[in-house]
């Protein structure tokens, strides 16, 4: 209705899992989860390239993990930000050839990569792309395309992020394998909070459903990698809220992409016990101390150099310096 009704307001105070869609709304999901299955069946090896930042690296963990679960060998491969670039770029590609998966799940990543999926397609590769971003005219040529942002998706909710595209491919699989719905999905429900939060999509729709049950997830059961890190952040259980999220625990994955490699931060979301996970979710912590620090040099030349400049009647400001760190450019310009 009009968003007043008592439906609407009940969907939006008590999310439920029945309000989730149908996956299979979504364009492509029959040919993904048919392909994504077909893996499953055979025991093929699946590559996922997934971007570095938080949505990126938690939906390479969730189907790393998920796929893990059901015994589908994978390799993961996330780019550098400094030496990789952003996405699935040529770069990417390479990363890609050095692995074996016949079968390629792009996350985060790949909706406008039309000529380097063309590549992988070219050389015998299987892609599926998930992906949340706006889409080019072109889509690229592939088994599979998930993004509720293409023109040509009825999904009745176009606001998920690529962790929660993710999740219904998931929901989908669980569908397809005939297995007892929940035993895929509910343990992947911490990592979709965890990209969801991070990614500063809008919590309404599908996604309170999703963030409802995720942070429940995250508070009383997390994987052995997030507990770390709520640990090391020393968030505490009440604070794990969307905001708890975005303040506590995003920046400290996203430093791994900043400071150095965002493949920390996935293998601390798959790291098995706590003698593995302790010491990644404290070079996580080390690595945001650092960018914390990098950030207020940064910020504080810049803004000496953007007074300079405007004292002398600069209009425009175009500030640079070899010696700042591309991790944190970004930060300091906003």
């Given at each position: ?7 609407a ?16 709304l ?17 025991g ?7 971007d ?7 939906s ?7 796929l ?11 780019p ?37 999926i063309?590549v ?26 998930l ?27 669980e ?5 007892t719905?929940?035993t ?9 909070a ?9 919590i ?26 709520i640990?090391?952040?020393k ?19 996203n430093a791994?992409?900043?400071?150095g490699s ?13 003698a ?10 080390d ?26 009647g600069?209009r ?7 010696s700042w ?10």
């Amino acid at each position: 209705g009009d968003g007043t009704d008592e439906s609407a307001i009940d969907r939006f105070l008590n999310p439920r899992f029945e309000y989730l869609h149908d996956p299979y709304l979504m364009n492509g999901m029959h040919d993904a989860v048919t392909r994504l299955a077909q893996a499953v069946y055979e025991g093929e090896t699946v590559t996922i390239f997934g971007d570095y930042d938080v949505d990126g690296t938690s939906s390479t963990a969730l189907l790393v993990s998920t796929l893990s679960a059901l015994g589908v060998p994978t390799e993961w491969r996330i780019p550098n930000r400094e030496t990789d670039g952003y996405g699935l770029s040529d770069r990417g590609v390479e990363l890609v050839q050095e692995t074996s998966g016949k079968l390629v799940i792009t996350v985060d990543c790949g909706v406008t990569s039309i000529d380097q999926i063309a590549v992988l397609t070219g050389i015998g590769r299987d892609v599926i792309v998930l992906d949340h971003h706006e889409t080019a005219d072109r889509l690229p040529d592939a088994v599979a395309v998930l993004d509720p942002k293409r023109r040509d998706c009825a999904y009745p909710f176009d606001g998920l992020a690529a962790v929660g595209v993710t999740f219904k491919l998931v929901q989908a699989l669980e569908d397809v394998l005939g297995i007892t719905p929940g035993t895929l999905t509910l343990p992947a429900l911490d990592l979709v909070a965890l990209g969801t939060a991070a990614d500063i999509v809008p919590i309404v729709d599908e996604n309170r459903v999703l963030m409802r049950a995720g942070l429940r997830r995250l508070s009383q059961n997390p994987r052995v990698g997030l507990a770390a890190l709520i640990n090391v952040a020393k968030i505490g259980r009440r604070g794990i809220t969307t905001s708890g999220i975005v303040f506590g625990l995003a920046p400290r994955i996203n430093a791994a992409g900043r400071m150095g490699s965002a493949s920390t931060a996935v293998r601390l979301l798959l790291a098995s016990d706590d003698a593995e996970a302790f010491p990644l979710a404290q070079q996580l912590a080390d690595a945001n101390r650092i960018r914390q620090t990098e950030d207020r040099a940064t910020l504080e030349a810049a803004v000496a150099e953007a007074e300079e400049q405007v004292n002398h009647g600069a209009r425009a400001l175009v500030l640079a310096d070899a010696s700042w760190h591309p991790g944190v450019v970004g930060i300091v310009a906003a």
